[in-house]
């Protein structure tokens, strides 16, 4: 028995010191994970004041976690372990305790009225008409945006521009396939339509013709109704109905979901990742052209790429076996005037980048960042085939990304702004450069955001 | 740094643990700890550790006072130690809820101040408390050495979180100590077992209490009542793993050190009535507030109206030592209710009441305590009660609380069996069977030997990637 003591104490003791050996080789310490597409702690600054408040501790306990030589392998393993918590096929991850807003309803035939701020009644909305369903009292939804000082990943085979993820909120996963839970929210979705869009139409009445398309997430669009009751999130047609309700008559407010929803049994929406698909943009594109009067052109007609083997956000977020088994393909549609663009970094300095760039020799979960040069704070693209002197400015995220590719065979010249990391102001840019049209392309999750709302006002500040 | 963050199982404790293996004298090891006490606490906030200094400086200067006087005055000197300890107490922990009370009735102040909780003050001054107390009673020998009451009070395994362990208790071992392999392996298997439940099994439960209890009162109103249950059961574990998961390896890293440290818990939850469940949960608490309030104040010794005052007493002290808030102060008269109704009313009846109908009515209790203990938004604490008894208008079940059970069955069951003893009398039968053969015996051997490395592996997996993972208990 002594023995046996001995050698436990000798055994436990041992590994202890390896795994804290492990810890000390600070040169085998990574800066970023590329599980979770995001730059690690950095050991905190010293000073006397985070001394005496413990925050320079607390940097330092956070900073040897986050970047523990092991830490990705741990994580793997404590993924493994918590398969065997029950059967997991089906789950709620991230929360999920959360409830949206009550969505108002809207009438859209003459005389309709909104109890939107004000009581006033809505301008005409492009959309479809909508349910006049009502969901349970709020709460705020996720935030979906990153901060600006989020990390960077290579863009695939080429040395590709800077990329920023985006943080999922609670995600319903159901067998190989994830949705991102939506609540919607009120003072959000208000401000979005009538100090963001409405603003934007007043500063540039002369100007632009100002288009908003708020593309629904795949949980909206795939989830039948009784399911999208079960888990408690809102309707994201009538979210989407009620904010474009509260735009100036003057906005084209495209409502897609109606257009998504009857292609639902389509590769619209990624399985693993919160985004679209390029197919999905497509249709969106389609609704955007009958709203501007245009003919879009057949996907036929774009020469369609394949980039397999994508694990997305949500994988990041939920490490599901079911969805690492089942990876996404991404297919990416290269514009037919031109596949050169321009993009911007935060520090203003220009490359040269593709519109659709090649990311088959990317990491898993960057096959995403081949559309539009991500989200970068400015781009543009000459489309030379074109020669009118059209000029079209999108305001977006990365749902934008794969939708701005088929404007490129419209314009002359498309820019596109991510609103997030933009800093300048957008009459500014549509003066500048003579837009046309400009175009919000948001997901709806950054019109639930207030953050996200909050940090659109920038773009329309007065210079 | 907590128990249960990288740092400290991965660096801290082995440096230290190393460290102190190599000092040879029991001064040197004192002064080991002491250093490396004072480096941990000072981890939160240097201005906490200025407090806990103060603390001991004024403990130990008047119960070396004490030594010199008998009597009035010497009682007159424990009070004014008390007091002066109490008040550092009141002041960083009761100020705040006091003024937001006085701005709600009046108006005044016009702000609140945000008072930070300097770490385990509650814990270490309920330590010192009764360390003047039992000076006072002639228990134990006011301590010459200041340095050496600072290592009682701020030994880095319990001055965050408890046990509150009596000096009595470990005098003798803060003078002489031995460490022999016996013990460090028991110490091993003892900190290994607690940070897994930790590490995995309460942070885990957590999460399933979070998925209902987690929203504001609007979002508690829509979820269905087995979600309620479902968290307020995952809640219970959480609670009782969490806290003894944090005795335990405080208890077992004495052991590695020579220290034999009180006892916190004894399977509470396999109770079969409420005074049952308080004499093995917090043993450390219960027994402070045993010795140092409610028998001083006259026990059960002045009759019955008296008992049920002093009862009164040291449930309100209970709740709200527990916090700073109205929901602590309801669950502390919740157990004086049930406790009253038990010792008075019930009496000898509860005795021949059958165990099983005994067990469910408490485990019904004590859930729903941990419910009051859960919310300090007592409009919040009402609606997920009235949820709890499908009083929302929501139906009993739904595909939330569906998924959720269905998604954590085996964890809850493998929590709900760690709370019981099933593991330790399990562990003692195959030692018992290993005994009739040499391959059991060997076989038992290697799961001793295994267990708590295996243990560790898997508690440091689960903790990557937790870089916020506080204890409950933590700035109680």
Known sequence: MKNVNRIKNAVFFTVLGVLAAVGLLWFARPEASEIEKRRLTTFPQFTAAGLLDGSFAGGVDKWYADTYPLREAFITGANRLKALYGDRSVQIVNGGANRGDEIPTVSTGPGGETDGPGGESGGESAGSSLPQESEPPVKTGPVETEPPDAPTESGGRDEGPAQEGEINGPIFLAGDTAYGMYYFNRDAAERYATQVVNRACELLRDEAQVYSLIVPTSSGVILNKATQESIGVNDQDSAIEYANSLMDPSVRALNVFGTLNAHDGEYIYFRTDHHWTALGAYYAYTDFCGAKGAAPHALEDFEKREYPGFLGSFYSSTMAKALENNPDTVDAYVPMGTNSMVYADKTGKETAWFIISDVSGAFSGGKYYCFSGSDQPYSYAHNPQITDGSACCVVKDSFGNAFIPFLIDHYEYVYWIDFRYYGGTLPALVRDKGVDDVLFCLNIENISSDRATTLMLRLLEEE | ?476
């Open chain 2, 1 to 476: 740094m907590v128990f249960s963050s990288l740092l400290f199982v991965l660096l801290f404790l082995p440096a230290v643990m190393l460290i102190y293996s190599l000092c040879r004298s029991v001064k040197a090891k004192n002064i080991c700890l002491l250093t490396a006490s004072l480096l941990f606490y000072s981890w939160a906030s240097l201005r906490f550790t200025a407090i806990l200094l103060f603390d001991v400086a004024v403990c130990w200067f008047l119960t070396r006072m004490m030594e010199f006087y008998q009597g009035r005055s010497r009682k007159a000197v424990l009070a004014l130690c008390v007091a002066v300890l109490l008040a550092a107490l009141c002041a960083f922990k009761y100020t705040g809820f006091l003024l937001d009370n006085l701005q709600r009735l009046t108006g005044f102040p016009k702000a609140v101040p945000d008072i930070v909780l300097p770490l385990g003050i509650s814990f270490y001054t309920f330590q010192l408390i009764s360390y003047a107390a039992d000076v006072y009673r002639g228990k134990v020998r006011a301590e010459r050495r200041f340095w050496m009451l600072l290592l009682y009070t701020s030994l880095f395994f319990q001055c965050v979180a408890g046990p509150i362990v009596r000096y009595g208790d470990v005098a003798a071992e803060l003078r002489e100590r031995t460490v022999t392999p016996a013990q460090t392996s028991r110490g091993v298997s003892r900190f290994a077992v607690g940070l897994a439940k930790k590490a995995i099994l309460a942070n885990s439960c957590a999460a399933v209490a979070d998925a209902f209890f987690a929203g504001d009162a609007a979002a508690l109103a829509a979820q269905p009542a087995m979600g309620l249950w479902l968290s307020a059961f995952a809640y219970a574990l959480q609670i009782y793993l969490d806290f003894s998961a944090y005795s335990d390896m405080a208890i077992g890293m004495g052991l590695m050190c020579g220290f034999h440290l009180t006892e916190n818990f004894n399977y509470p939850y396999v109770s079969t009535s409420v005074t049952e469940f308080w004499r093995y949960w917090h043993i450390s608490l219960s027994r402070f507030f045993r010795d140092y309030v409610y028998i001083p104040l006259g026990g059960n010794r002045r009759g019955k109206g008296r008992q049920i005052l002093n009862l009164l007493a040291v449930w309100l002290l209970t709740g709200l030592w527990h916090g700073a808030s109205w929901n602590y102060i309801l669950w502390g008269l919740y157990f004086f209710v049930l406790l009253v109704v038990e010792k008075m009313v019930l009496g000898r009846f509860l005795e021949k009441i059958p165990g099983l109908v005994r067990y469910v009515f408490v485990a019904f209790a004590i859930l729903i305590c941990w419910v009051i203990f859960r919310f300090e938004d007592l409009g919040a604490l009402w609606t997920v009660l009235k949820g709890m008894f499908c009083q929302n208008g929501n139906a009993f079940a739904g595909l939330t609380a569906d998924l959720a059970l269905r998604g954590n069955w085996a964890l809850l069951l493998v929590s709900a069996a760690a709370c019981t003893p099933v593991w330790t009398n399990l562990r003692q039968a195959l030692r018992d069977k290993a005994r009739g053969s040499a391959l059991a015996r060997t076989a038992y051997a290697v799961f001793d030997v295994a267990h708590p490395a295996l243990l560790l592996v898997i508690s440091a997996m689960a903790l990557a990637g937790n870089s916020y993972n506080p204890f409950i208990y933590w700035t109680f």
